[in-house]
Protein backbone atom coordinates (compact mmCIF):
# COMPACT_ATOMS: atom_id res chain seq x y z
CA UNK A 1 0.00 0.00 0.00
CA UNK A 2 2.51 2.50 -0.70
CA UNK A 3 1.50 5.76 -2.29
CA UNK A 4 -0.05 5.25 -5.93
CA UNK A 5 2.14 2.06 -5.53
CA UNK A 6 -0.24 0.22 -3.53
CA UNK A 7 -1.47 -3.38 -4.49
CA UNK A 8 -4.42 -5.40 -3.73
CA UNK A 9 -4.48 -6.69 -0.14
CA UNK A 10 -6.47 -8.56 2.77
CA UNK A 11 -8.22 -6.70 5.88
CA UNK A 12 -10.19 -7.90 8.67
CA UNK A 13 -12.58 -6.56 11.14
CA UNK A 14 -14.13 -7.96 14.37
CA UNK A 15 -15.98 -7.51 17.21
CA UNK A 16 -17.80 -9.76 19.75
CA UNK A 17 -18.24 -10.30 23.49
CA UNK A 18 -15.14 -12.61 23.77
CA UNK A 19 -11.55 -11.88 22.78
CA UNK A 20 -11.20 -11.87 19.25
CA UNK A 21 -7.71 -12.24 18.65
CA UNK A 22 -8.33 -15.55 17.63
CA UNK A 23 -10.26 -15.03 15.26
CA UNK A 24 -8.47 -11.96 13.60
CA UNK A 25 -5.63 -14.69 13.33
CA UNK A 26 -7.65 -17.69 11.73
CA UNK A 27 -9.00 -15.02 9.15
CA UNK A 28 -5.71 -13.34 8.25
CA UNK A 29 -4.22 -17.16 7.69
CA UNK A 30 -7.23 -17.45 4.98
CA UNK A 31 -6.23 -14.20 3.28
CA UNK A 32 -2.74 -14.75 3.39
CA UNK A 33 -2.72 -14.97 -0.14
CA UNK A 34 -4.17 -11.40 -0.52
CA UNK A 35 -0.27 -10.17 0.61
CA UNK A 36 2.76 -12.36 1.85
CA UNK A 37 4.88 -9.00 2.22
CA UNK A 38 3.21 -7.59 5.88
CA UNK A 39 0.82 -7.72 8.42
CA UNK A 40 -0.37 -6.49 11.76
CA UNK A 41 -3.37 -6.06 13.97
CA UNK A 42 -4.66 -4.01 15.80
CA UNK A 43 -6.73 -4.71 18.99
CA UNK A 44 -9.01 -2.61 21.76
CA UNK A 45 -8.91 -4.00 24.92
CA UNK A 46 -12.49 -1.38 25.92
CA UNK A 47 -10.47 1.61 26.80
CA UNK A 48 -6.63 1.63 24.90
CA UNK A 49 -5.61 -0.01 21.29
CA UNK A 50 -2.96 -2.30 21.26
CA UNK A 51 -0.96 -2.28 17.54
CA UNK A 52 1.65 -4.90 15.94
CA UNK A 53 2.72 -4.78 12.54
CA UNK A 54 5.83 -6.25 10.90
CA UNK A 55 7.21 -7.64 7.47
CA UNK A 56 6.96 -11.07 7.41
CA UNK A 57 4.05 -13.45 7.18
CA UNK A 58 0.72 -13.88 9.31
CA UNK A 59 2.60 -16.52 11.17
CA UNK A 60 5.83 -14.31 11.66
CA UNK A 61 3.81 -11.39 13.18
CA UNK A 62 1.10 -13.30 15.07
CA UNK A 63 3.70 -15.23 16.98
CA UNK A 64 5.01 -11.67 18.15
CA UNK A 65 1.79 -10.64 18.97
CA UNK A 66 1.27 -14.46 20.91
CA UNK A 67 4.38 -13.46 23.16
CA UNK A 68 2.67 -10.20 24.49
CA UNK A 69 -0.09 -12.70 26.25
CA UNK A 70 -2.45 -11.20 28.01
CA UNK A 71 -1.37 -7.01 27.06
CA UNK A 72 -2.82 -8.11 23.49
CA UNK A 73 -5.91 -9.10 23.63
CA UNK A 74 -9.79 -7.56 23.09
CA UNK A 75 -13.26 -7.64 21.60
CA UNK A 76 -12.58 -5.92 18.49
CA UNK A 77 -10.04 -5.31 16.99
CA UNK A 78 -8.82 -4.95 12.65
CA UNK A 79 -5.72 -6.82 10.67
CA UNK A 80 -4.23 -6.69 7.57
CA UNK A 81 -1.81 -8.75 4.84
CA UNK A 82 -0.17 -6.61 2.44
CA UNK A 83 1.80 -7.74 -0.75
CA UNK A 84 4.88 -6.76 -2.15
CA UNK A 85 4.87 -4.18 -4.71
CA UNK A 86 8.44 -1.88 -6.25
CA UNK A 87 8.63 1.33 -3.87
CA UNK A 88 7.26 -0.15 -0.31
CA UNK A 89 8.46 0.55 2.22
CA UNK A 90 9.53 -1.46 5.64
CA UNK A 91 7.43 -2.02 8.64
CA UNK A 92 6.90 1.63 8.89
CA UNK A 93 4.08 1.34 5.59
CA UNK A 94 2.58 -2.03 7.29
CA UNK A 95 -0.81 -1.70 7.96
CA UNK A 96 -2.81 -1.14 10.49
CA UNK A 97 -1.85 2.55 11.59
CA UNK A 98 -2.92 4.61 14.58
CA UNK A 99 -3.63 8.12 15.96
CA UNK A 100 -4.20 9.05 19.48
CA UNK A 101 -7.06 11.67 18.63
CA UNK A 102 -10.26 12.12 18.85
CA UNK A 103 -10.58 9.03 20.80
CA UNK A 104 -7.96 6.68 19.58
CA UNK A 105 -8.40 5.29 16.34
CA UNK A 106 -6.92 2.23 14.00
CA UNK A 107 -7.16 2.13 10.40
CA UNK A 108 -6.45 -0.20 7.38
CA UNK A 109 -7.77 -0.55 3.96
CA UNK A 110 -7.40 -2.06 0.85
CA UNK A 111 -6.76 -0.32 -2.36
CA UNK A 112 -5.56 3.22 -3.37
CA UNK A 113 -6.02 6.52 -3.47
CA UNK A 114 -5.89 7.67 -7.50
CA UNK A 115 -5.61 11.15 -4.89
CA UNK A 116 -2.85 10.53 -2.90
CA UNK A 117 0.11 12.77 -3.16
CA UNK A 118 -2.50 15.56 -3.40
CA UNK A 119 -4.59 14.77 -0.76
CA UNK A 120 -0.82 13.99 1.14
CA UNK A 121 -0.56 17.98 0.52
CA UNK A 122 -3.37 19.19 1.45
CA UNK A 123 -3.17 17.13 4.86
CA UNK A 124 -0.16 18.88 5.66
CA UNK A 125 -0.86 22.29 4.46
CA UNK A 126 -4.75 22.49 5.43
CA UNK A 127 -4.91 20.13 8.09
CA UNK A 128 -1.88 20.27 9.88
CA UNK A 129 -1.32 16.79 9.79
CA UNK A 130 1.50 14.77 9.25
CA UNK A 131 1.66 11.60 7.01
CA UNK A 132 4.70 9.97 7.92
CA UNK A 133 4.74 6.78 5.36
CA UNK A 134 4.22 6.31 1.93
CA UNK A 135 0.67 4.68 2.31
CA UNK A 136 -3.07 4.98 1.35
CA UNK A 137 -4.43 4.13 4.75
CA UNK A 138 -2.52 6.82 6.68
CA UNK A 139 -3.84 9.32 4.43
CA UNK A 140 -7.58 7.74 4.33
CA UNK A 141 -7.06 7.86 8.67
CA UNK A 142 -6.22 11.66 9.05
CA UNK A 143 -9.18 12.46 6.63
CA UNK A 144 -11.45 10.41 8.84
CA UNK A 145 -9.84 11.65 12.48
CA UNK A 146 -9.54 15.05 11.24
CA UNK A 147 -13.55 14.63 10.36
CA UNK A 148 -14.43 12.88 13.95
CA UNK A 149 -12.32 15.71 15.72
CA UNK A 150 -14.76 18.27 13.98
CA UNK A 151 -18.03 16.34 15.61
CA UNK A 152 -16.56 15.15 19.06
CA UNK A 153 -20.11 17.13 20.20
CA UNK A 154 -22.05 15.12 18.25
CA UNK A 155 -24.10 11.50 18.95
CA UNK A 156 -21.09 9.23 18.42
CA UNK A 157 -22.95 7.23 15.75
CA UNK A 158 -23.74 10.13 13.69
CA UNK A 159 -20.22 11.43 13.89
CA UNK A 160 -19.29 8.42 12.47
CA UNK A 161 -21.13 8.51 9.25
CA UNK A 162 -21.05 12.30 8.62
CA UNK A 163 -16.83 11.43 8.73
CA UNK A 164 -17.30 8.53 6.53
CA UNK A 165 -19.06 11.09 4.11
CA UNK A 166 -16.38 13.38 4.26
CA UNK A 167 -13.98 11.35 3.57
CA UNK A 168 -16.10 10.03 0.66
CA UNK A 169 -15.69 13.53 -0.69
CA UNK A 170 -12.29 13.86 -0.30
CA UNK A 171 -10.52 10.11 -1.03
CA UNK A 172 -10.56 9.55 -4.53
CA UNK A 173 -10.21 5.77 -6.20
CA UNK A 174 -10.66 2.38 -4.83
CA UNK A 175 -10.63 1.44 -0.68
CA UNK A 176 -12.34 -0.90 1.27
CA UNK A 177 -11.89 0.51 4.87
CA UNK A 178 -12.32 -1.43 8.63
CA UNK A 179 -11.36 0.81 11.56
CA UNK A 180 -11.01 0.42 15.29
CA UNK A 181 -12.25 3.48 17.78
CA UNK A 182 -11.11 2.99 21.37
CA UNK A 183 -13.67 2.35 23.80
CA UNK A 184 -16.43 2.99 20.88
CA UNK A 185 -16.74 0.70 18.14
CA UNK A 186 -15.76 -1.20 14.90
CA UNK A 187 -16.05 0.69 11.47
CA UNK A 188 -16.13 -0.60 8.16
CA UNK A 189 -17.23 1.40 4.74
CA UNK A 190 -16.71 0.77 1.47
CA UNK A 191 -16.24 3.35 -1.20
CA UNK A 192 -19.21 4.49 -3.79
CA UNK A 193 -17.33 2.51 -6.89
CA UNK A 194 -17.58 -0.68 -4.69
CA UNK A 195 -14.26 -1.68 -6.41
CA UNK A 196 -12.43 -3.81 -3.91
CA UNK A 197 -14.28 -6.39 -1.84
CA UNK A 198 -16.26 -5.96 1.79
CA UNK A 199 -18.07 -8.93 3.16
CA UNK A 200 -19.96 -9.06 6.03
CA UNK A 201 -21.19 -12.09 8.50
CA UNK A 202 -22.24 -13.40 11.66
CA UNK A 203 -21.65 -16.17 14.46
CA UNK A 204 -23.66 -16.57 17.40
CA UNK A 205 -21.88 -18.80 20.02
CA UNK A 206 -23.97 -20.54 22.85
CA UNK A 207 -24.07 -18.26 25.86
CA UNK A 208 -23.20 -15.27 24.14
CA UNK A 209 -24.96 -12.06 24.52
CA UNK A 210 -24.82 -11.10 20.87
CA UNK A 211 -23.41 -12.46 17.46
CA UNK A 212 -19.84 -12.30 16.65
CA UNK A 213 -19.78 -9.72 13.38
CA UNK A 214 -17.07 -10.02 11.07
CA UNK A 215 -16.12 -7.76 8.05
CA UNK A 216 -13.47 -9.48 5.37
CA UNK A 217 -12.20 -8.65 1.89
CA UNK A 218 -13.19 -12.31 0.58
CA UNK A 219 -15.82 -14.82 2.32
CA UNK A 220 -13.60 -17.34 2.83
CA UNK A 221 -12.49 -15.75 5.89
CA UNK A 222 -15.85 -16.11 7.39
CA UNK A 223 -16.56 -19.68 6.62
CA UNK A 224 -13.03 -20.66 7.81
CA UNK A 225 -14.16 -19.01 11.36
CA UNK A 226 -17.76 -20.79 11.43
CA UNK A 227 -19.23 -17.33 10.46
CA UNK A 228 -22.27 -17.33 8.53
CA UNK A 229 -21.81 -14.70 5.33
CA UNK A 230 -24.56 -12.33 5.51
CA UNK A 231 -23.87 -9.97 2.90
CA UNK A 232 -21.76 -7.45 1.32
CA UNK A 233 -20.84 -4.20 2.33
CA UNK A 234 -22.83 -1.83 -0.51
CA UNK A 235 -20.95 0.21 -2.33
CA UNK A 236 -21.43 3.90 -0.32
CA UNK A 237 -22.09 2.04 2.17
CA UNK A 238 -21.03 2.29 6.32
CA UNK A 239 -21.61 0.35 9.49
CA UNK A 240 -20.74 0.82 12.97
CA UNK A 241 -20.89 -2.13 15.22
CA UNK A 242 -21.10 -0.93 18.96
CA UNK A 243 -19.24 -2.77 21.99
CA UNK A 244 -22.80 -3.86 23.10
CA UNK A 245 -23.00 -5.69 20.09
CA UNK A 246 -25.75 -3.19 17.96
CA UNK A 247 -24.58 -3.03 14.41
CA UNK A 248 -25.95 0.28 12.56
CA UNK A 249 -26.04 0.82 8.70
CA UNK A 250 -26.06 3.47 6.31
CA UNK A 251 -26.43 4.16 2.64
CA UNK A 252 -24.13 6.98 3.36
CA UNK A 253 -23.32 8.09 -0.47
CA UNK A 254 -24.86 7.09 -4.06
CA UNK A 255 -23.71 3.80 -4.85
CA UNK A 256 -22.40 2.92 -8.59
CA UNK A 257 -21.13 -0.07 -8.18
CA UNK A 258 -17.91 -1.36 -10.44
CA UNK A 259 -16.59 -4.33 -8.61
CA UNK A 260 -12.87 -5.35 -9.63
CA UNK A 261 -13.41 -8.28 -12.22
CA UNK A 262 -9.90 -9.27 -12.20
CA UNK A 263 -11.09 -10.51 -8.47
CA UNK A 264 -13.18 -13.39 -9.94
CA UNK A 265 -9.76 -14.16 -12.24
CA UNK A 266 -7.22 -13.68 -10.46
CA UNK A 267 -6.76 -12.44 -6.70
CA UNK A 268 -9.79 -13.94 -4.96
CA UNK A 269 -9.89 -17.64 -3.60
CA UNK A 270 -11.89 -20.12 -5.42
CA UNK A 271 -14.12 -20.92 -2.01
CA UNK A 272 -14.92 -16.96 -1.55
CA UNK A 273 -18.42 -15.26 -2.56
CA UNK A 274 -17.66 -11.57 -3.83
CA UNK A 275 -20.86 -9.57 -4.55
CA UNK A 276 -22.76 -12.92 -4.25
CA UNK A 277 -20.58 -14.49 -7.19
CA UNK A 278 -19.13 -17.57 -6.66
CA UNK A 279 -15.39 -17.13 -7.64
CA UNK A 280 -15.07 -20.78 -8.30
CA UNK A 281 -18.25 -21.01 -10.34
CA UNK A 282 -16.76 -17.65 -12.45
CA UNK A 283 -14.18 -19.31 -13.46
CA UNK A 284 -15.95 -22.61 -14.31
CA UNK A 285 -17.95 -20.43 -17.12
CA UNK A 286 -14.81 -17.99 -17.67
CA UNK A 287 -13.42 -21.93 -19.49
CA UNK A 288 -16.39 -22.53 -20.87
CA UNK A 289 -16.00 -19.61 -23.17
CA UNK A 290 -12.28 -19.24 -23.61
CA UNK A 291 -13.45 -23.37 -25.07
CA UNK A 292 -15.54 -21.52 -27.69
CA UNK A 293 -12.80 -18.94 -28.40
CA UNK A 294 -10.31 -21.66 -28.89
CA UNK A 295 -12.57 -23.53 -31.42
CA UNK A 296 -13.44 -20.57 -32.92
CA UNK A 297 -10.07 -18.78 -33.62
CA UNK A 298 -8.17 -22.41 -34.37
CA UNK A 299 -10.52 -25.11 -35.66
CA UNK A 300 -7.63 -27.10 -36.94
CA UNK A 301 -5.72 -26.81 -34.00
CA UNK A 302 -5.12 -30.77 -32.48
CA UNK A 303 -5.00 -31.02 -28.91
CA UNK A 304 -3.92 -34.06 -26.59
CA UNK A 305 -4.32 -32.49 -22.96
CA UNK A 306 -4.95 -29.53 -21.30
CA UNK A 307 -2.54 -28.59 -18.57
CA UNK A 308 -3.70 -25.44 -15.97
CA UNK A 309 -1.04 -23.38 -14.60
CA UNK A 310 -1.68 -23.64 -10.93
CA UNK A 311 -3.80 -22.45 -9.16
CA UNK A 312 -6.09 -19.94 -9.64
CA UNK A 313 -6.56 -21.38 -13.51
CA UNK A 314 -7.22 -24.50 -12.45
CA UNK A 315 -11.38 -24.40 -12.76
CA UNK A 316 -11.08 -22.54 -15.82
CA UNK A 317 -8.75 -25.18 -17.48
CA UNK A 318 -11.12 -28.21 -15.93
CA UNK A 319 -13.77 -26.56 -18.05
CA UNK A 320 -12.23 -25.62 -20.73
CA UNK A 321 -10.96 -29.59 -21.29
CA UNK A 322 -14.60 -30.72 -20.52
CA UNK A 323 -15.68 -28.68 -23.38
CA UNK A 324 -13.16 -29.43 -25.58
CA UNK A 325 -13.59 -33.50 -24.97
CA UNK A 326 -10.23 -33.69 -23.71
CA UNK A 327 -7.71 -34.80 -20.92
CA UNK A 328 -7.18 -32.29 -18.03
CA UNK A 329 -3.71 -33.18 -16.57
CA UNK A 330 -1.71 -31.68 -13.57
CA UNK A 331 1.31 -30.94 -16.15
CA UNK A 332 2.94 -28.56 -13.67
CA UNK A 333 3.41 -28.95 -9.52
CA UNK A 334 3.47 -26.26 -7.79
CA UNK A 335 6.03 -25.60 -5.17
CA UNK A 336 3.74 -23.81 -2.26
CA UNK A 337 6.90 -22.06 -0.60
CA UNK A 338 7.21 -19.83 -3.29
CA UNK A 339 4.96 -16.87 -3.21
CA UNK A 340 2.92 -15.34 -6.50
CA UNK A 341 4.74 -14.53 -9.59
CA UNK A 342 2.89 -11.81 -10.26
CA UNK A 343 3.41 -10.04 -7.27
CA UNK A 344 6.77 -10.67 -7.52
CA UNK A 345 8.95 -6.91 -7.30
CA UNK A 346 11.01 -6.87 -10.13
CA UNK A 347 11.47 -8.98 -13.46
CA UNK A 348 14.73 -11.11 -12.63
CA UNK A 349 12.64 -11.64 -9.69
CA UNK A 350 9.34 -12.99 -11.60
CA UNK A 351 11.73 -15.15 -13.90
CA UNK A 352 13.64 -16.92 -11.78
CA UNK A 353 10.45 -17.56 -9.33
CA UNK A 354 8.75 -19.74 -11.87
CA UNK A 355 11.92 -21.97 -12.12
CA UNK A 356 11.46 -21.87 -8.40
CA UNK A 357 7.57 -22.36 -8.25
CA UNK A 358 6.61 -24.40 -11.25
CA UNK A 359 7.71 -28.24 -11.80
CA UNK A 360 6.45 -30.48 -14.49
CA UNK A 361 5.52 -33.47 -15.03
CA UNK A 362 7.13 -35.08 -17.71
CA UNK A 363 4.78 -37.96 -18.22
CA UNK A 364 1.77 -36.10 -18.95
CA UNK A 365 3.95 -33.45 -21.33
CA UNK A 366 6.69 -35.53 -23.26
CA UNK A 367 5.57 -36.03 -27.06
CA UNK A 368 2.17 -34.49 -26.51
CA UNK A 369 0.01 -30.95 -27.97
CA UNK A 370 -0.53 -29.66 -24.90
CA UNK A 371 -3.17 -25.98 -24.52
CA UNK A 372 -2.00 -24.42 -21.05
CA UNK A 373 -4.74 -22.55 -19.71
CA UNK A 374 -3.22 -19.42 -17.45
CA UNK A 375 -5.30 -16.84 -15.96
CA UNK A 376 -3.60 -14.07 -17.22
CA UNK A 377 -0.92 -12.57 -19.14
CA UNK A 378 0.61 -9.43 -18.14
CA UNK A 379 4.25 -8.96 -18.86
CA UNK A 380 4.69 -12.19 -20.32
CA UNK A 381 7.59 -12.97 -18.49
CA UNK A 382 5.40 -15.87 -16.61
CA UNK A 383 3.92 -17.21 -19.84
CA UNK A 384 7.50 -17.65 -21.79
CA UNK A 385 9.11 -19.16 -18.98
CA UNK A 386 6.43 -21.93 -18.98
CA UNK A 387 6.05 -22.25 -22.65
CA UNK A 388 9.75 -22.79 -22.71
CA UNK A 389 9.60 -25.35 -19.18
CA UNK A 390 6.81 -27.50 -21.10
CA UNK A 391 9.17 -27.44 -24.48
CA UNK A 392 11.79 -28.73 -22.28
CA UNK A 393 10.35 -31.50 -21.11
CA UNK A 394 9.10 -32.78 -24.34
CA UNK A 395 6.25 -31.01 -25.40
CA UNK A 396 5.17 -31.91 -29.23
CA UNK A 397 2.91 -28.33 -29.87
CA UNK A 398 1.90 -25.96 -27.24
CA UNK A 399 -1.31 -23.63 -27.19
CA UNK A 400 -1.52 -20.56 -24.93
CA UNK A 401 -4.59 -19.40 -23.65
CA UNK A 402 -5.27 -16.86 -21.09
CA UNK A 403 -8.54 -16.58 -19.60
CA UNK A 404 -8.86 -13.15 -19.04
CA UNK A 405 -8.45 -10.42 -22.13
CA UNK A 406 -5.46 -8.82 -22.64
CA UNK A 407 -4.39 -6.46 -20.35
CA UNK A 408 -3.34 -2.87 -21.93
CA UNK A 409 -4.13 -0.15 -19.54
CA UNK A 410 -2.80 1.09 -16.04
CA UNK A 411 -4.57 -0.02 -12.63
CA UNK A 412 -4.89 2.46 -10.48
CA UNK A 413 -7.20 0.77 -7.93
CA UNK A 414 -4.92 -1.08 -6.38
CA UNK A 415 -3.51 -3.87 -8.62
CA UNK A 416 0.59 -3.78 -9.20
CA UNK A 417 0.53 -2.56 -12.93
CA UNK A 418 0.62 1.00 -13.25
CA UNK A 419 2.80 2.09 -16.19
CA UNK A 420 1.80 0.40 -20.24
CA UNK A 421 5.28 -0.87 -19.84
CA UNK A 422 4.17 -2.97 -17.75
CA UNK A 423 1.61 -5.04 -20.41
CA UNK A 424 3.02 -6.77 -23.18
CA UNK A 425 -0.09 -6.14 -25.13
CA UNK A 426 0.25 -2.73 -24.56
CA UNK A 427 3.39 -2.78 -26.72
CA UNK A 428 2.74 -5.64 -28.96
CA UNK A 429 0.05 -7.09 -31.30
CA UNK A 430 -1.24 -10.53 -30.64
CA UNK A 431 0.83 -12.08 -33.41
CA UNK A 432 4.19 -10.82 -32.17
CA UNK A 433 2.97 -11.77 -28.14
CA UNK A 434 2.60 -15.47 -29.96
CA UNK A 435 6.16 -15.16 -31.06
CA UNK A 436 7.78 -13.57 -27.74
CA UNK A 437 6.08 -16.21 -25.57
CA UNK A 438 7.21 -19.46 -28.10
CA UNK A 439 3.38 -20.63 -27.98
CA UNK A 440 2.22 -22.33 -31.17
CA UNK A 441 -0.81 -20.39 -30.88
CA UNK A 442 -2.39 -17.82 -28.29
CA UNK A 443 -5.86 -17.32 -27.52
CA UNK A 444 -7.17 -14.95 -25.37
CA UNK A 445 -10.42 -14.63 -23.27
CA UNK A 446 -12.72 -11.89 -25.11
CA UNK A 447 -14.58 -9.01 -23.21
CA UNK A 448 -17.97 -10.14 -24.23
CA UNK A 449 -16.97 -13.79 -23.05
CA UNK A 450 -15.39 -12.65 -19.63
CA UNK A 451 -18.37 -10.18 -18.65
CA UNK A 452 -21.26 -13.10 -19.78
CA UNK A 453 -18.88 -15.70 -17.63
CA UNK A 454 -19.15 -13.26 -14.32
CA UNK A 455 -22.02 -11.63 -14.45
CA UNK A 456 -23.86 -14.70 -15.12
CA UNK A 457 -23.37 -15.29 -11.14
CA UNK A 458 -25.42 -11.83 -10.10
CA UNK A 459 -26.96 -10.28 -13.05
CA UNK A 460 -27.60 -7.26 -11.15
CA UNK A 461 -24.08 -6.11 -11.58
CA UNK A 462 -24.87 -3.54 -14.35
CA UNK A 463 -20.80 -2.96 -15.05
CA UNK A 464 -17.66 -4.18 -13.69
CA UNK A 465 -14.30 -2.26 -13.37
CA UNK A 466 -12.18 -3.51 -16.03
CA UNK A 467 -10.18 -0.58 -16.35
CA UNK A 468 -7.18 -2.51 -17.08
CA UNK A 469 -8.41 -4.23 -20.22
CA UNK A 470 -10.54 -1.58 -21.73
CA UNK A 471 -9.22 1.89 -20.27
CA UNK A 472 -12.63 2.61 -18.86
CA UNK A 473 -11.95 4.10 -15.44
CA UNK A 474 -15.21 4.52 -13.60
CA UNK A 475 -14.04 6.90 -11.00
CA UNK A 476 -14.02 9.42 -13.90
CA UNK A 477 -11.06 11.35 -12.47
CA UNK A 478 -7.96 10.00 -13.89
CA UNK A 479 -6.64 11.28 -16.80
CA UNK A 480 -3.41 11.25 -18.83
CA UNK A 481 -1.87 13.58 -15.79
CA UNK A 482 -2.73 11.31 -13.20
CA UNK A 483 -1.37 8.45 -15.47
CA UNK A 484 1.94 10.40 -16.10
CA UNK A 485 2.54 11.01 -12.17
CA UNK A 486 1.54 7.64 -11.27
CA UNK A 487 4.59 6.56 -13.97
CA UNK A 488 7.03 8.81 -12.58
CA UNK A 489 6.29 7.96 -9.12
CA UNK A 490 6.54 4.53 -9.71
CA UNK A 491 9.75 4.70 -11.93
CA UNK A 492 11.63 6.57 -8.96
CA UNK A 493 10.79 4.19 -6.63
CA UNK A 494 12.02 1.27 -8.80
CA UNK A 495 15.14 3.43 -9.48
CA UNK A 496 15.54 3.24 -5.41
CA UNK A 497 14.33 7.02 -4.84
CA UNK A 498 11.95 8.13 -2.26
CA UNK A 499 8.60 9.80 -2.98
CA UNK A 500 8.80 13.62 -0.90
CA UNK A 501 6.59 13.59 1.70
Known amino acids: MCGTLSPVCGVIGVLGPRDVLPDLGTGLFNLQHRGQDAAGVAICDGRALHLHKDEGMVEDVLKAVASRGKRFSGRWGIGHVRYPTVGCGGPEDAQPFRVDAPHGIALAHNGNLTNFEPLRKELRDEDRRYVGSDCDAEVILHVFAEEMSRRTKEPFAEAVFRSVAGVFERCRGSYSVVACVAGLGLVAFREPFGIRP ?67 IYFSRPDSRIDDISVYKARLRLGEELAKEFQRRHPNAKVDVVIPVPDSSRPAAQEMAFRLGKKCREGLLKNRYVGRTFIMPGPEARSKSVRRKLSPVPIEIEGKRVLVVDDSIVRGTTSRQIVSLLRENGAKEVHFASSCPPLRHPCVYGIDMQTRRDFIAGRLPEEEIREAIGADTLTYQTMEGMVRAVREGNPSIRRFCSACMDGEYPTRDVDQSVLDRIAGERERDAAGGAVEV
Open 198 to 264: LVYGERSDPGDPFPTRMFVSESCALTASGFRVVRDLAAGEAVLVHPDGRLEARQVAPGNHHPCVFEY
